[in-house]
Nanobody, 115 residues
């Protein structure tokens, strides 16, 4: 079993920054993909950004230039640095990991962008 534990969510004003972290633990040999999805109220869950084990990243257009994803492979940890936050970024952010074709999810951390 693999567990994902997120941290770093909270309330921030528009234009502010937050850094999310997600640490994976359990029976881990290697993690192919780690990343973040989000789900806003009344909307479907969407990909925010993912990073492959080789370092290649993919992100949704709405966060490009504002969010940066990175990972520390030795720590089985992925980070999401979120800058210039907008009210439309408000959502529950879920950590995601794929190991040998099996997907794992964290329980989510709430990010609220509001004045």
């Amino acid at each position: 079993q693999v567990q994902l534990v997120e941290s770093g969510g909270g309330l921030v004003q528009p234009g502010g920054s937050l850094r999310l972290s997600c640490a994976a633990s359990g029976r881990i040999v290697s993690i192919n993909v780690m990343g973040w999805y989000r789900q806003a109220p009344g909307k479907e869950r969407e990909l925010v950004a993912v990073i492959m084990d080789g370092g290649r990243t993919t992100s949704v257009d709405s966060v490009k230039g504002r969010f940066t994803i990175s990972r520390a492979n030795a720590k089985n940890t992925v980070y999401l640095q979120m800058n210039s936050l907008k009210p439309e970024d408000t959502a529950v952010y879920y950590c995601y990991a794929n190991l040998a074709g099996i997907s794992y999810w964290g329980t989510g951390t709430l990010v609220t962008v509001s004045s």
